[in-house]
């Protein structure tokens, strides 16, 4: 398959190459595409050396499949271009996925609702992914009617701007900022811009987004998102109240069984998950499973994954494996 890697020599972009390549998907030619400063330099996939184009030029070497991670712009502008000539775009900046026409993917919740008539398919917010992906099953098992997160992200959500600023602050260097603030040794209650009801577009995007991938509106979501100094990983604290009564054993043989999910919650042994761990990893990590003492039928736990892979790239070479398994591409 001719597959194009839309913003490749961005953070995100380079993680999709490592996943394409680790789960051995099946790239005939590799297009590799950036913005006019990268235009004729190299990038290496599998050994090879391959030339990095424009977007006109990747266009014009009509490829199959386009993984696109190079800003909302970006994707606006281009994205229909590529499908009109056939191509299935699978676009991870968040201007495509409150769209409805457009269908928002996480493969292990949703990815059926695909057909071949899909040729722009959103992927979600990093931090919505490892949500959903511990919502879904519990859901299931006992209708959620609210959800409280806090996340704790890493600088690497932001960008490498944002991880040069980290670094620079740890080793006494006044470089560019990424942040308004200090980022070393701090905590930023800031991710993204503010909008006009006092929570950022983060915040909204984890109100809003699960709910479409899920195709519930039966539970509300209220979110608190903070950047923390990690160089990798998103964590959240996470508060869910169900319809009916649990049982916490039963919790965890849910999770403990479900794909793509790794129970560690093993807290007396000092086994609960962290994004240290959890980096490099596809899976998503959950622990500190608990009861809320203060409001019945509701469960807390801590959820953990590197928001580069499943939180990103491998999320989005994932919907391009069960497209191909499903001769939808």
């Known amino acids: 398959m001719r597959v194009a890697v839309v913003g490749v020599t961005g953070m995100v972009g380079q993680i999709m190459l490592e996943a394409l390549a680790s789960r051995s998907f099946p790239v005939s030619h590799l297009i590799p595409v950036a913005s006019e400063a990268s235009i004729g330099k190299k990038v290496v996939f599998q050994g090879q050396p391959y030339k990095i184009l424009g977007l006109q030029e990747a266009l014009d070497e009509k490829p199959e499949l386009a993984l696109f ?12 271009r590529f499908a009109e000539i056939g191509c299935t775009v699978i676009d991870n ?10 269908k928002l993917v996480v493969p292990e919740i949703n990815a059926n609702i695909l057909t071949t008539e ?33 996340t704790y992200q890493s600088v690497s959500g932001t960008g490498q701007k944002a991880v040069q600023q980290l670094n620079d602050e740890i080793n006494g260097v006044d470089g560019p900022k990424a942040y308004p603030h200090r980022i070393h040794k701090n905590a930023l209650p800031h991710c993204d811009v ?20 899920m ?60 994004p240290i761990n959890a ?51």
């Open 69 to 80: 991670s190079a800003g909302g712009d970006v994707s606006r502008d281009w994205a229909p």
């Open 279 to 329: 980096h490099g990893k596809d899976e998503v990590f959950v622990g500190r499973l608990r009861r809320d003492l203060s409001a019945s039928n509701s469960l807390n736990l801590w959820i953990v994954a590197d928001n580069l892979r499943k939180g990103a790239a491998t999320n989005a070479v994932q919907i391009a494996e069960y497209l191909c398994a499903n001769h939808l591409i």
């Open 93 to 102: 900046s968040s201007f495509w996925r409150m769209h409805p026409e457009i």
């Open 194 to 213: 503010f909008l006009d009801n006092g929570y950022t577009k983060e915040e909204m995007k984890l109100a809003t987004e699960p709910q479409k991938i």
């Open 118 to 150: 899909d040729k722009i398919i959103a992927n979600p917010n990093c931090s919505t992914i490892q949500l959903v992906m511990v919502m879904a099953p519990l859901h299931k098992a006992y209708g959620i009617n609210r959800v409280l997160v806090s």
């Open 215 to 274: 195709g519930e509106s039966s539970f509300k979501i209220s979110a608190t998102a903070v950047r923390i100094p990690t160089e990798g990983g998103h964590s959240e604290s996470v508060n869910l109240t169900f319809d009916r009564d649990f049982d916490l054993s039963e919790v965890r043989h849910i999770l403990g069984n479900t794909p793509g999910v790794i129970l560690e919650d093993e807290p007396l042994n000092n086994l609960y998950p962290m």
